[in-house]
């Protein structure tokens, strides 16, 4: 085997053991300093403020109530809401405190990768998956996140792990672990069962022997067939209860931006140049090089079944949820498959140490990751629409009670929690026209008047009609990728 196809130049297979432990703390250690960074500048968007506004909570059930009253999709995947409750009883429910719970998740499921790029290949390809995963951008912005997805990409990496044990001949303690982890996915997030899908496909392919592809296949149709009982049992309305799933629908353009996403070039379906020193967005040199180090680590490992299990697992969820979105409903949302980002930073690893020789190998890793901290740290932030500044200006500028308007249920949700502590009524309109009406009434009744706009929002509808009225419209624009608008209208 040629030097460097499974480890850096220069590590022996012998390591010392300190030398290794110390390593994976400084490269851990260096993941979980990205996710920190600017984490308290992070305002709660719409998802987040959801669960975010039932804290505090007297008990469990009072939370869960309060949780599926305001998101009645997430009664179907609890998992991660039983584990948010938990962490607010020890460490409190305030946003930062449920951010660090998704840092936390992160941590450990960067553990679990290297535990299973370890298992695969080697301690160096280990721990350059750790930093390339961390360095993503699109990593940070899910592992910040006060949602299911931290928990989903650890409960995904280990059914994957206990999955490979399963069909490559581990015992029947390896299958009933990933039958387990494949039940706790589900409880998950609903599309995690995109995955079990993959696996599905896998075991039909060949990659296990017949016995132990009918003993998976068995195992998982009793899991499937128990499926609908817990529907049932928690008297879920599949057809009403999912209208969340819905998005404009999803082409190739879609399917694009999954790509740049996923190789860490962006964390949303927004261009990230305005965010970015001189507008310099290098997303597409960063997919470019990804994908290239991902085709040469094919042909140097083709003869692996790792390295189709990788790929399986990095290409399939997607595709299948794309062709859900056709076949059932625009639900083309990445980050509901985002368990696919993991496999894809271990190829890239795997790749790297696949390169012969040293200096190049050194050459790519150092492109590799520049690229990706140059679309992670060069990033304005903050990510997330500033709705924490929009309720301070509000605060600092009302001596009384106000009024801020915020149209949709999108912007509506994300406000309210934001200005819960303000002297302020935070009303809900559904339309511009409505949203105009609202403002010049208020303003005219001498109420002072505010409205937030974010997303999809023409702010000149606004503004051109509430000037033909005979009043100011004084624009402040926030941080955000897009940004949040906060509209000040007075009489002049």
């Known amino acids: 085997m040629p030097a460097g196809v499974d480890g850096m130049a220069g590590e022996q297979a012998g390591a010392p053991r300190a030398r290794e432990i110390a390593a994976l703390i400084a490269c851990l250690a260096a993941g979980i300093a990205l996710n920190l960074r600017a984490i308290g500048g ?34 179907l995947a609890p998992l991660y809401h039983l584990v ?53 951008v699109f990593q940070v912005y899910f592992a910040q996140e006060v949602r299911v997805y931290a928990l989903l990409n650890l409960v995904a990496l280990c059914a994957m792990a206990a999955f490979r044990a399963a069909a490559r001949g581990g015992s029947g303690r390896a299958l009933a672990w990933n039958a387990l982890l494949n039940a706790m996915l589900l409880l998950t997030h609903s599309f995690a069962v995109l995955l079990v899908a993959t696996q599905g496909i896998l075991i039909a392919l060949g990659l296990a022997p017949r016995r132990r592809a009918l003993r998976w296949l068995g195992v998982h149709l009793l899991l499937g067939a128990a499926y609908p009982f817990w529907l049932w049992a928690i008297g879920y309305d599949f057809g009403g209860q999912t209208l969340a799933y819905n998005d404009r629908p999803a082409g190739m353009p879609e399917l694009g931006v999954a790509a740049l996403q996923f190789a860490g070039g962006r964390f949303s379906k927004w261009n990230p140049a305005p965010g970015l020193p001189g507008g310099i967005n290098l997303e597409w040199v960063l997919l470019a090089l990804a994908g290239a180090l991902v085709a040469w680590g094919l042909w140097a490992r083709s003869r692996r079944p790792d390295a189709w299990i990788l790929l399986a697992w990095m290409v399939l969820p997607v595709l299948l949820l794309f062709a859900a979105a056709y076949v059932w409903r625009p639900c083309f949302f990445p980050r509901y498959v985002l368990f ?59 001596s009384d009670h106000a009024v801020v308007l915020a149209m949709k249920p999108f912007n509506y949700i994300a406000a309210e929690y934001a ?28 109420t002072a008047v505010w409205a937030v706009f974010h997303q999809w929002d023409d ?4 503004e051109d009609p509430v000037a033909g009225a005979g009043l100011i419209a004084r624009r402040t624009t926030l941080g955000g990728a897009p940004p949040l608008d906060l509209y000040e209208i007075r009489r002049p």
């Open 42 to 75: 992070e305002a709660a968007w719409c998802d987040e403020a959801l669960t975010a506004a039932c804290h505090p909570a007297d008990s469990l059930a009072a939370y869960l109530a309060c949780a599926f009253e305001r998101d009645p999709t997430i009664r």
């Open 419 to 446: 200005f819960r502590n303000a002297p302020v009524t935070v009303e809900r309109h559904y339309g511009m026209r409505e949203t105009v009406a609202a403002a010049i009434a208020h303003a005219r009744a001498g």
């Open 84 to 136: 948010q409750y938990n962490w607010s009883a020890l460490f409190g429910g305030s946003l930062l405190s449920l951010r660090a719970l998704s840092v936390t998740l992160s941590a450990l499921a960067m553990l679990q990768l290297y535990a299973f790029a370890r298992q695969i290949a080697s301690p160096a390809v280990a721990r350059l998956a750790i930093l390339i995963a961390s360095a993503s």
């Open 340 to 398: 696919c980002a993991a496999p894809l930073a271990l190829m890239l690893a795997l790749a790297l140490c696949a390169i012969p020789r040293a200096a190049l190998r050194r050459v790519a890793l150092a492109a590799l990751l520049g690229l990706m901290l140059w679309q992670n740290l060069a990033f304005q932030r903050p990510f997330r629409p500033d709705y924490t500044a929009a309720a301070r200006i509000v605060e600092a500028q009302t």
């Open 459 to 462: 702010p000149g509808a606004f």
